[in-house]
């Protein structure tokens, strides 16, 4: 897929945590932006024959790693790992697997890749020669998320010692995991979280979806539901009489009772995963963006994607008090803790389609595009962009 002037470009191997063919999420989104400057290999997540479907977006199970040539510039290489493999014991051997599999495929299609960039802590730095430069990328707090994944915590810590002592730089998300890494002894680059705006400026246009009915105001929540959500910001947004739209996958652990209780309100609506080419139209029924995440050091050393996708798409935001919402300093978004959440909805939905603040609030989401995240990160690592 690539064209004779692309044999020019270096190779950059991202080491992902999410599937290719999954939602995008900020490891394909900056993977996707660096095209102009490199070429990359994708290594995907290893998966198993025991991976559920829905992990695997519907895709077959596979024995064997294959190499699939995905978009412009962009080479995917689907892994494989034995069953269990994130569990205790086989979790530290699946990333030797895996690095096997990548130098497979940088064999098979000839790759010397001038930088590695993982989105993991996992042990796949300082594997790919001296000449390479090795760039942890970081998204989360992997300690702090140590329950939330169900990995011990010491492991956890080990495996960040590890992955700084390979890396020759830091890139990190969020102004906390700056900090943390900082202390670890680290020299951090923060690039924060991106939006493609646009992907989102025709949502009045877009189609209704087929699936929604709901009276207007319609506060809606786009991504995972899990942990990270409060159920009872949920509650309060329904109790303030706005309906609720949730997008997304939902981790059937994550509050069951209350979830179905929930979803038993007529002016509520759960639709599941979306493609990201359908989320205009579920977006163009919504009036506010909720991201209504616990106070957890998990979330606050995150950076919400959702936040700046809402914004994108003109819509007001009711966000609880994350540090990075702070770090976008914007009063485009209204900042509300538990208690007052569902009233701060009512007041965002009252001017939340006015013409002079959608422009604003598209205009201030364009200022923060993955192209411009992906530039920072291509001089970061000394691609000549």
Same mark, same amino acid.
């Given at each position: 897929? #690539?064209?004779?002037?692309? *044999?020019? !470009?270096?190779? $950059? @191997? =991202?080491? &992902?945590?999410? /599937? %290719?063919?999954?939602?995008? +999420?900020?490891?394909?989104?900056?993977?996707?932006?660096?095209?102009?400057?490199?070429?990359?290999?994708?290594?995907?997540?290893?998966?198993?024959?025991?991976?559920?479907?829905?992990?695997?977006?519907?895709?077959?199970?596979?024995?064997?790693?294959?190499?699939?040539?995905?978009?412009?510039?962009?080479?995917?290489?689907?892994?494989?790992?034995?069953?269990?493999? #994130?569990?205790?014991?086989? *979790?530290? !051997?699946?990333? $030797? @697997? =895996?690095? &096997?599999?990548? /130098? %497979?495929?940088?064999?098979? +299609?000839?790759?010397?890749?001038?930088?590695?960039?993982?989105?993991?802590?996992?042990?796949?730095?300082?594997?790919?020669?001296?000449?390479?430069?090795?760039?942890?990328?970081?998204?989360?707090?992997?300690?702090?998320?140590?329950?939330?994944?169900?990995?011990?915590?010491?492991?956890?810590?080990?495996?960040?010692?590890?992955?700084?002592?390979?890396?020759?730089?830091?890139?990190t998300v969020s102004p906390v995991l700056a900090d943390k890494w900082r202390g670890l002894g680290a020299d951090p680059v923060l690039v924060p979280g991106g939006v493609l705006s646009a992907a989102y400026a025709d949502v009045d246009a877009a189609p209704r979806p087929p699936d929604v009915d709901l009276?207007?105001?319609?506060?809606?929540?786009?991504?995972?539901?899990?942990?990270?959500?409060?159920?009872?910001?949920?509650?309060?947004?329904?109790?303030?009489?706005?309906?609720l739209l949730l997008v997304g996958t939902v981790d059937p652990q994550w509050e069951p009772v209350r979830f179905a209780r929930l979803l038993a309100h007529p002016r509520v609506r759960h639709v599941g995963h979306r493609p990201f080419a359908d989320l205009p139209s579920y977006l163009r029924v919504i009036?506010?963006?909720?991201?209504?995440?616990?106070?957890?050091?998990?979330?606050?050393?995150?950076?919400?994607?959702?936040?700046?996708?809402?914004?994108?798409?003109?819509?007001?935001?009711?966000?609880?008090?994350?540090?990075?919402?702070?770090?976008?300093?914007?009063?485009?978004?209204?900042?509300?803790?538990?208690?007052?959440?569902?009233?701060?909805?009512?007041?965002?939905?009252?001017?939340?389609?006015?013409?002079?603040?959608?422009?604003?609030?598209?205009?201030?989401?364009?200022?923060?595009?993955?192209?411009?995240?992906?530039?920072?990160?291509?001089?970061?690592?000394?691609?000549?962009?």
């Open positions: 897929m #690539t064209g004779a002037d692309d *044999r020019d !470009l270096p190779w $950059l @191997l =991202v080491l &992902a945590v999410n /599937r %290719w063919t999954g939602t995008a +999420r900020t490891d394909r989104h900056i993977a996707t932006h660096l095209t102009p400057f490199a070429r990359v290999l994708w290594v995907d997540p290893p998966t198993s024959v025991a991976t559920p479907a829905a992990n695997r977006f519907g895709e077959p199970r596979r024995v064997v790693p294959r190499l699939i040539d995905v978009a412009p510039r962009v080479t995917r290489l689907v892994t494989v790992a034995p069953p269990f493999h #994130t569990r205790r014991g086989i *979790r530290r !051997l699946t990333p $030797l @697997l =895996v690095r &096997a599999q990548i /130098r %497979w495929a940088l064999r098979a +299609r000839r790759i010397r890749p001038v930088a590695a960039l993982s989105f993991s802590a996992g042990d796949l730095l300082g594997r790919w020669g001296d000449e390479v430069r090795d760039v942890l990328y970081v998204t989360d707090d992997y300690l702090a998320g140590a329950e939330l994944m169900d990995v011990a915590a010491a492991e956890i810590a080990r495996e960040e010692a590890n992955a700084l002592a390979r890396a020759d730089l830091v890139v009276p207007a105001p319609v506060a809606g929540v786009v991504g995972h539901l899990s942990g990270r959500i409060d159920v009872g910001l949920l509650e309060e947004v329904v109790a303030a009489g706005c309906s009036d506010v963006g909720l991201t209504p995440y616990v106070d957890s050091a998990f979330n606050r050393a995150s950076f919400p994607l959702k936040t700046l996708e809402y914004l994108a798409a003109g819509r007001p935001v009711v966000s609880t008090d994350l540090p990075a919402v702070r770090w976008l300093d914007t009063d485009l978004i209204r900042v509300a803790a538990a208690g007052e959440f569902g009233a701060a909805v009512r007041r965002a939905a009252a001017d939340a389609r006015t013409p002079e603040l959608t422009s604003r609030r598209r205009r201030f989401a364009a200022e923060h595009s993955w192209h411009r995240r992906a530039e920072l990160v291509g001089r970061a690592i000394g691609l000549p962009v």
